[in-house]
């Protein structure tokens, strides 16, 4: 469905639906600020949720004139009062409108009651209750498309919404195959769907949760779907999350691959484009990493001063959980020129507050392995040999088993720069032999030619 333009004017609920859909969703409300109708009102608050304002969205459900309503209609209208209330905190209230929307649902079916199970098992998901979210998920995908199903919402996006958080509940165990094979899944049915129906926003939600596997992981395949995708879809406002989180996940698959050049165009870009100033900063310190591993001197230097400036306009003492590894980042950036702020940047990582209690955030293995790296780096720029490898060691250790292969292959790189010991040169060249082209495989065998040339000229004297 194309929006048509919003020019500040009232607009009939199906102009603002196809807003909605198109991730314009502050438009879809401002379209829709007079319209007391049940339709309007269900759409507006829809938007709202999807904005982040509860409130906003109870007092439009509440503001509507609702009368007698059809069935689906009136299932729709307790499901996102539920929605609503647990968004708010209040579960006992919404536990209530879930019991009535499931007695509709139980009459109807189809898009109705697979959104009712998507919206429990999401609080189960939120509540830490895994195993009962993978439960109620397991009931959702027996749920059938209705034929004629007059729902709001397209069973496909629903569907697909399903196999994201399925995906989600993976990645908590630790199963990324599985993680990777539902997000592609969902994001082939939203391909498919028909671009009436298309929820851009579930799209690129989708997208964001696949980006970091596609990094993290190397996944070739998957990156050609991730790159169609992201070069395809309408990017609004609305989405400037994921499209920097697709976005720099492609830059650093690019650069892992061998594709400097690319991959430092690719960077600028998300810096550009960041949403935040922290996202900002992140960007431009992955561009003068790569700019080191290049020896490109002068974008290196460029970076740094740029990266400085930002850092010098985010306050670090608000800052935790997962970007809070933006520490960890420009200490070891510093650590290459000035030893006594790599360790200040390290020191204000340890003072930063723990990361918030929800399972979205990053495994515990994973910020330690990051710390470890970020350690490791700090202590043999001070000196601190054996302190440095040890910590260097057990990062490749953490990386292995989170299955990570090419940051397990860049501390084994760093392991063996700082040991100097043959046998840590050659684990690191058979650990970067994925990634030919890159600067991983080129730094191991640099390692191996330098150990050679070294032994040579023992012999020669």
């Known amino acids: 469905m194309r929006a048509v333009p919003y020019l500040g004017r009232e607009l009939p609920s199906r102009d ?44 439009s459900l509440r503001w509507a004139d609702i009368g007698t309503l059809p069935m689906h209609v009136e299932g729709e209208r307790h499901v996102l009062l539920a929605a609503a209330l647990s968004y708010g905190g209040q579960r006992d209230a919404s536990r209530e409108h879930y019991a009535s929307a499931e007695r509709i649902a139980n009459k109807s079916g189809g898009a109705l009651r697979l959104e009712l199970e998507l919206n429990l098992a999401v609080d189960a998901w939120n509540s830490r209750d895994t195993q009962h979210a993978q439960d109620i998920l397991k009931s959702a995908f027996e749920i059938v498309r209705v034929p004629g199903d007059s729902y709001s919402r397209s069973f496909a996006t629903l569907r697909a919404q399903a ?14 195959v599985l993680q990777a094979a539902l997000l592609v899944e969902a994001s082939r049915l939203m391909a498919e769907t028909s671009s009436f129906e298309r929820d851009i926003s579930v799209q690129a939600s989708i997208l964001c949760n696949l980006a970091p596997l596609v990094w993290d992981h190397h996944l070739v395949d998957e990156s050609e779907i991730l790159w ?165 060691r057990a990062a490749v250790v953490a990386w292995d088993e989170l299955s990570v292969s090419w940051r397990s292959a860049r501390s084994a790189l760093a392991l063996a720069v700082v040991s100097k010991n043959p046998l840590d040169a050659a684990a690191a060249k058979q650990r970067s032999l994925s990634f030919h082209g890159s600067w991983l495989i080129y730094g191991a065998r640099a390692i191996t030619r330098n150990r050679s040339r070294s032994k040579g000229g023992l012999r020669g004297e």
């Not at 401002?30 to 269900?42: T, V």
């Not at 976005?247 to 165009?265: E, F, P, T, V, Y």
């Not at 810096?271 to 935040?276: G, H, I, K, L, Q």
Request: charged share 25%.
């Open 16 to 59: 603002a639906t196809a807003l909605f859909l198109s991730a314009r969703s502050a438009e879809a409300v401002a379209a829709l600020r007079r319209d007391r109708s049940a339709e309007a009102a269900l759409l507006r608050a829809r938007c709202l949720l999807r904005l982040g304002d509860p409130d906003s969205a109870l007092a």
């Open 163 to 176: 196999l994201e958080l399925s995906g989600l509940l993976a990645g908590a165990r630790e199963d990324y």
């Open 228 to 392: 169609h995708a992201a070069t395809t879809i309408p990017w609004t406002a609305e989405l400037a999350t994921a499209r920097y989180v697709v976005h720099r996940s492609l830059a650093w698959h690019a650069a892992l691959k061998g594709h400097n050049i690319d991959a430092l165009a690719r960077f600028r870009e998300c810096a550009d484009f960041a949403p935040t100033i922290s996202w900002r900063l992140a960007s431009t310190l992955d561009r003068a990493y790569l700019a080191a591993q290049m020896r490109e001197k002068i974008i290196l230097r460029e970076e740094m001063l740029r990266a400085g400036t930002f850092a010098a306009c985010i306050s670090w003492d608000d800052v935790a959980g997962d970007e809070a590894e933006l520490l960890l980042d420009l200490a070891e950036a510093n650590a290459r020129t000035d030893v006594t702020i790599a360790r200040g940047w390290l020191d204000a990582y340890d003072r930063a507050a723990a990361p918030k209690g929800n399972v979205l955030s990053r495994h515990e293995q994973w910020r330690d392995a990051r710390r470890r790296d970020a350690l490791g780096t700090v202590l043999a720029a001070e000196g601190c040999t054996t302190l440095a490898l040890a910590s260097l």
